[in-house]
């Protein structure tokens, strides 16, 4: 399922504190994108446990519970994890990773969290989640009753919400540091092949193992760091993040360029530091430059002036990189007016593009 519109973590933690007391909720959104973690905070918040259930792994049972004869007449005992006697979170994650069978099982407790005769205590929440189909992840497809009793929401990466988190958790300094430079780079949309992906998950994976080696406090292996790199997230990603940590002894560099205090390295064995310059140097474009020339302030239109002496010097060094600042190859696009000005000035760069 894809939402027209989709929310940032603290717009579901108060659509949660709002809605599912009420009504279910659903979270729709890739792996590792957090849904989990924000379940259990949302349980923290309000003061109850969080009882969760991985619906990959349940059989009919698990949610109906046995029968037992009771005199003449049998009932269904549900099982202890959720016949419950203080009001509680349940939250059903991977819920359209469940069989038809589960999911059938799944009807009265999410529409009227009851399980045969078990009512669950007044003031109890139910809140499910699961991937999409495009995600490659393991997805059943979702019967229509049970979409239709419950509110959804797709979740989606907020970088700057998830640096406020990676503070408050201590996240490793060069995790944090990175992702403040890249933004763009805290996710990145499952893969086709089996290989790491980058998500908000995988750099919290990431920021551990540099914790376990001392990375920053004693010297690493280049060898060792490649492996917890490029075991964690994307290939691109962690190409990019190698050449941020060999070049933490300048990290000013891109500004001090930005200003004329400094030049593109054009050394052979800095080639992957210009590499990560570059790229950072094309996301301050996009990030910095509005699409509307008219209403361009004066430091856009300082950067804009000064960017276009920067990709010309970049050619001189490396044309490819050069090419890659103003491309659109990832889908990303540099204002048309820019472009132009770009188009006018350096007519072998564009041309060298085609």
């Known amino acids: 399922m894809n939402l027209k519109f989709t929310v940032t973590q603290s717009?579901?933690?108060?659509?949660?504190?709002?809605?599912?007391?009420?009504?279910?909720?659903?979270?729709w959104g890739a792996p590792g994108i957090g849904k989990s973690a924000l379940v259990q905070k949302f349980a923290d918040d309000v003061g109850l446990e969080c009882v969760s259930l991985l619906g990959s792994q349940l059989a009919p049972e698990d949610i109906i519970g046995i029968p037992q004869i009771k005199g003449e007449t049998s009932q269904f005992m549900p099982p202890k994890m959720i016949a419950r006697k203080e009001p509680y979170v349940l939250f059903l994650d991977e819920l359209n990773a469940c069989s038809q069978e589960v999911q059938k099982a799944f009807y009265s407790l999410?529409?009227?969290?009851?399980?045969?005769?078990?009512h669950l205590p007044k003031g109890s929440v139910v809140i499910g989640a699961g991937n999409r189909s495009q995600d490659g992840a393991i997805v059943k497809t979702m019967s229509t009753a049970l979409i239709n009793r419950m509110f959804h929401v797709q979740?989606?990466?907020?970088?700057?919400?998830?640096?406020?988190?990676?503070?408050?958790n201590s996240l490793h300094p060069w995790v944090v540091d990175y992702i403040t430079e890249r933004p763009d780079h805290l996710f990145s949309e499952p893969p086709k092949t089996e290989e790491p992906y980058s998500t908000p998950r995988s750099w919290d994976?990431?920021?551990?193992?540099?914790?376990?080696?001392?990375?920053?406090?004693?010297?690493?292996p280049e060898k060792i760091l490649r492996v917890l790199a490029y075991g964690s997230v994307s290939s691109a990603h962690a190409g990019m993040f190698l050449?941020?940590?060999?070049?933490?002894?300048?990290?000013?560099?891109?500004?001090?360029?930005?200003?004329g205090e400094a030049r593109?390295?054009?050394?052979?064995?800095?080639?992957?530091?210009?590499?990560f310059v570059a790229q950072s140097f094309r996301g301050k474009l996009l990030l910095e430059l509005p699409e509307d020339k008219q209403s361009i302030s004066r430091s856009a239109q300082e950067l804009a002036h000064r960017a276009k002496a920067m990709i010309k010097d970049l050619s001189h060094i490396?044309?490819?990189?050069?090419q890659m600042v103003v491309s659109s190859d990832d889908g990303k696009v540099l204002p048309e007016w820019?472009?132009?000005?770009?188009?006018?000035?350096?007519?072998?760069?564009?041309?060298?593009?085609k």
Do not use: C
């Not at 009227?112 to 005769?117: L, S």
């Not at 490396?318 to 050069?322: D, G, K, P, T, Y």
């Open 264 to 275: 593109f390295p054009s050394a052979p064995e800095d080639r992957d530091v210009l590499y």
């Open 155 to 168: 979740l989606v990466a907020d970088p700057k919400q998830w640096l406020n988190w990676a503070y408050e």
């Open 318 to 322: 490396n044309i490819e990189l050069a």
């Open 205 to 220: 994976m990431l920021s551990d193992a540099l914790k376990e080696y001392g990375a920053g406090k004693k010297d690493v």
């Open 338 to 353: 820019f472009m132009v000005e770009i188009v006018r000035d350096l007519p072998r760069l564009i041309k060298n593009e």
């Open 110 to 118: 999410i529409h009227e969290k009851r399980i045969g005769e078990y």
């Open 11 to 27: 717009e579901l933690s108060d659509l949660l504190l709002n809605i599912s007391p009420t009504r279910p909720v659903f979270i």
């Open 243 to 259: 050449a941020f940590v060999k070049q933490l002894g300048n990290r000013n560099l891109l500004n001090e360029i930005l200003k």
